[in-house]
């Protein structure tokens, strides 16, 4: 069947409701990472509005808690990664790996029957090409063997905005290069991982790159607040477990205490200034400790945490974490969907990063001035930057709010050119033709 005849055939058979496409949205989802449930959103809200009727399946390590969050199906992406696998701390690390080669068959039998039952695959976003933290058997194998199996039963295989947080071994460059070979279509969520890939021939520089999918995000209008004088504002200032809040000990310990005094020194010093401080927080699982670590250094010192004045209450989900930020004049954060929504939401933002992707997100905003690496925190520069972020607040808005319009509309033509809406739907997301 030619291309224009397949695309009028799922029109025709989508508009009537016949052939819903099955399409598996993968990625490390239901973790308590807010910034990748925002994501998910986001992408799930434009695969329903542009595909009438279709069968939505997350793919990801906690699927009860993404099913809950989001109104979905879901499935676990590997057994190691179901409902147990966050507890496999308690578990030797010898009968762990005994434990894996054991499940590791049925995982493939499982993916197998996964993909037969989808019609496509889609990676949804986020820093998912990286073997920081869990290793090359970690996500890079998982995505390996979910692309492979996709491709083996003859389905679309897409990435989508795809990002790159460091990929350190061989193996890891092994699985992820294979992935994106293997895929129909695939593109980054900036050029920085683009030519990260490039440069171990893993990607081409004519490989597409499109904004963050958060960035299609439809947020809830602001509230509207009553002008803060520049000592009374409110000020969001974002928290990072940084070197794993120092557990392994030794020099890891001596760089968080120095973290922890950075930032709460730069807390004391807003309230000092009359400002209100709010807390806020990327990650359930890392950063809430770090949140009771930054208090408690606080009181040690005697500063007053009036409730009026300071609240420090984690979001339990990214939609509390958009109406924290809603309610603040200024942004300080490390976490990247954090500044995300920050932007989002017009707010002046300043970057303390621990990635290269904020810096990436800060210069395409016109915000390189007001980044800092959070390996090298000056607290004095730091003050700086907020007092010259609170002098050019309006003035840096408004481009932010013109590039926020442009990344709306790459976002429209990729999801146009990866699902078909103004070329040839890809033929595997419709069962039959």
């Not at 890939?197 to 602001?222: H, K, Q, W």
């Not at 070197?243 to 709460?264: K, P, W």
């Not at 806020?280 to 250094?297: E, M, Q």
Request: charged share 25%; proline share 5%; glycine share 10%.
């Amino acid at each position: 069947m030619s291309s224009q005849r397949a695309v009028r055939s799922i029109e025709a058979q989508a508009s009537a409701g016949r052939v819903p496409p099955r399409i598996g949205l993968w990625g490390n989802f239901g973790t308590g990472n807010l910034g990748n449930e925002c994501t998910l959103r986001a992408a799930i809200g434009v695969f329903r509005s542009r595909l009438p009727g279709v069968q939505l399946t997350c793919i990801c390590p906690h699927p009860d808690r993404a099913a809950s969050d989001h109104g979905l199906a879901a499935i676990p992406m590997s057994e190691r990664r179901g409902a147990g696998h966050s507890s496999g701390g308690a578990i030797p690390a010898s009968l762990r790996k005994v434990r894996r080669v054991a499940v590791e068959p049925f995982d493939w039998w499982r993916t197998i029957r996964a993909a037969r039952r989808l019609d496509a695959l889609v990676v949804v976003g986020t820093g998912v090409l990286s073997d920081a933290g869990e290793g090359p058997l970690g996500l890079p194998y998982e995505l390996f063997r979910w692309s492979l199996a996709a491709k083996a039963c003859k389905r679309t295989l897409q990435l989508l905005s795809v990002g790159v947080e460091g990929i350190e071994s061989r193996l890891a460059r092994g699985f992820i290069g294979d992935a994106l070979r293997r895929a129909d279509y695939r593109s980054y969520r900036d050029r920085r991982s683009r030519d990260s890939l490039e440069a171990i021939g893993l990607a081409r520089p004519d490989d597409p790159v499109y904004p963050d999918l958060a960035f299609g995000l439809s947020l809830p209008a602001p509230p509207v607040r009553a002008s803060a004088t520049q000592d009374r504002r409110c000020v969001a200032v974002g928290v990072y477990d940084y070197r794993n809040r120092g557990t392994g000990g030794g020099e890891e310990e001596v760089e968080y205490q120095g973290y922890l005094e950075r930032i709460g020194g730069f807390v004391a010093w807003l309230l000092g200034r009359g400002h209100r401080v709010r807390v806020v927080i990327g990650d359930l699982t890392y950063d809430v400790p770090v949140c009771r670590d930054l208090r408690a250094w606080l009181e040690a010192r005697d500063v007053v945490l009036d409730e009026g004045r300071f609240c420090d209450a984690p979001a339990a989900t990214f939609e509390q974490l958009v109406e924290q930020l809603s309610g603040v004049d200024l942004l300080v954060a490390s976490r990247y969907h954090n500044l995300v929504l920050g932007l989002m939401l017009l707010k002046p933002v300043l970057s303390i990063s621990y990635e290269g992707k904020n810096d990436a997100l800060m210069a395409e905003m016109g915000l390189a001035d007001y980044c800092q690496p959070i390996d090298r925190l000056d607290v004095v520069r730091l003050r700086e930057q907020f007092e010259a972020l609170e002098r050019n607040a309006s003035e840096l808005v408004r481009p932010v709010a013109q590039r926020l319009a442009v990344y709306r509309e790459l976002l429209d033509e990729q999801y146009e050119r990866a699902l078909g809406q103004t070329g040839a739907i890809p033929a595997a997301l419709v069962r039959g033709l």
